[in-house]
């Protein structure tokens, strides 16, 4: 009889991992590096409007604000202000609906 038959098969929520894991809070930011040289300025402006876009999800999805419909503009920028950024354009919140409905 082989071996693996023997063994009882883990739970679906049981962990398989043989240690473990470490997780070394809190979490420290990867150190920033220079973005690469020699594109056009509309791809800086687009890079840096999506990374903002994205902080911007993801801080309404912890503050309990699931879906698209529920983002406003003006509850965007407020939540931009509160986690001190400067308030986003009307594009730039559009974007972040569009990460919170493609997220899904």
Not at 22 to 34: A, G, I, M, N, Y
């Amino acid at each position: 009889m082989p071996a693996a038959a023997l063994k009882p098969k883990p739970l679906p929520t049981q962990s398989t991992a043989q240690h473990p894991v470490l997780f070394d809070s809190p979490h420290e930011p990867v150190t920033k590096r220079p973005l690469p040289a020699g594109r056009p300025r509309e791809w800086y402006v687009t890079h840096n409007r999506r990374l903002k876009a994205m902080r911007l999800a993801i801080a309404l999805l912890d503050s309990g604000i699931y879906l698209p419909a529920q983002a406003r503009d003006e509850r965007i920028r407020s939540k931009a202000q509160e986690i001190g950024m400067r308030p986003p354009s009307g594009t730039t919140c559009h974007m972040v609906r569009a990460f919170m409905r493609y997220s899904r």
